[in-house]
């Protein structure tokens, strides 16, 4: 990441100027140079049991006794993780990996609903507030930092291969990574980190 923040050439390319906010190189920047206090708070995190590749292609729907009901597959990669980490990875990978067209604000205000329902279901008490601060973490933490693909940028052998690897056009690849960074660096602000 800190290559292609300082590689003037990449975010000169029309592409990149066209899909990221103008100020997004400079936030990004800021949260690199915050790193190391982004991983201590996803670390003083309280564990959970997580399935840890909760993505839309992982969690199917289903009704049953005439409810319906989401059931989780694939379960390869079940252990511990910071709290809120499975929302994070749905909604972050759902949105800016898979490109699924869905309001972000909407898709995560429903997550984090229906994950505090569920742990108050299960007699867990923790308030929204706490909740909203770990999803913020770990989604600055796991997933902001993400951006090399935009590396190939202006290189027609790069971009196919990058278009290849990822099934997608590289047009595309370069928005949900503008997409990410401008949900990322706004979801960072005024996020208490000690």
Same mark, same amino acid.
């Given at each position: 990441?800190?290559?292609?923040?300082?590689?003037?050439?990449?975010?000169?390319?029309?592409?990149?100027?066209?899909?990221?906010?103008?100020?997004?190189?400079?936030?990004?920047?800021?949260?690199?140079?915050?790193?190391?206090?982004?991983?201590?708070?996803?670390?003083?995190?309280?564990?959970?049991?997580?399935?840890?590749?909760?993505?839309?292609?992982?969690?199917?729907?289903?009704?049953?006794?005439?409810?319906?009901?989401?059931?989780?597959?694939?379960?390869?990669?079940?252990?511990? !993780?910071?709290?809120?980490?499975?929302?994070?990875?749905? =909604?972050? %990978?759902? &949105?800016?990996?898979? *490109? @699924? #067209?869905?309001?972000?604000?909407?898709?995560?205000?429903?997550?984090?609903?229906?994950?505090?329902?569920?742990?108050?279901?299960?007699?867990?008490?923790?308030?929204?507030?706490?909740?909203?601060?770990?999803? !913020?973490?770990?989604?600055?933490?796991?997933?902001?930092? =993400?951006? %090399?693909? &935009?590396?190939?940028? *202006? @290189? #027609?052998?790069?971009?196919?291969?990058?278009?290849?690897?990822?099934?997608?056009?590289?047009?595309?690849?370069?928005?949900?990574?503008?997409?990410?960074?401008?949900?990322?660096?706004?979801?960072?602000?005024g996020v208490e980190l000690d």
């Amino acid at each position: 990441m800190p290559a292609i923040l300082e590689a003037d050439d990449v975010w000169a390319q029309p592409i990149v100027v066209e899909l990221f906010d103008p100020g997004a190189r400079e936030a990004l920047r800021r949260l690199w140079g915050e790193r190391e206090r982004w991983w201590g708070a996803l670390d003083r995190l309280p564990l959970t049991l997580a399935h840890l590749d909760a993505f839309r292609g992982n969690l199917m729907s289903r009704t049953a006794r005439g409810q319906v009901e989401t059931v989780a597959i694939d379960w390869a990669f079940m252990g511990l !993780a910071p709290l809120a980490a499975d929302v994070a990875t749905l =909604v972050a %990978a759902s &949105l800016f990996y898979h *490109g @699924d #067209p869905l309001d972000p604000q909407a898709v995560t205000s429903a997550c984090l609903a229906a994950t505090h329902d569920g742990l108050r279901d299960v007699g867990h008490r923790i308030s929204m507030h706490e909740l909203e601060r770990a999803y !913020a973490i770990n989604v600055v933490a796991r997933w902001g930092f =993400v951006i %090399a693909p &935009l590396r190939a940028a *202006g @290189d #027609p052998a790069r971009e196919e291969n990058m278009e290849q690897r990822l099934r997608r056009p590289f047009r595309e690849i370069v928005r949900l990574i503008a997409e990410r960074a401008r949900y990322v660096c706004a979801l960072s602000r005024g996020v208490e980190l000690d």
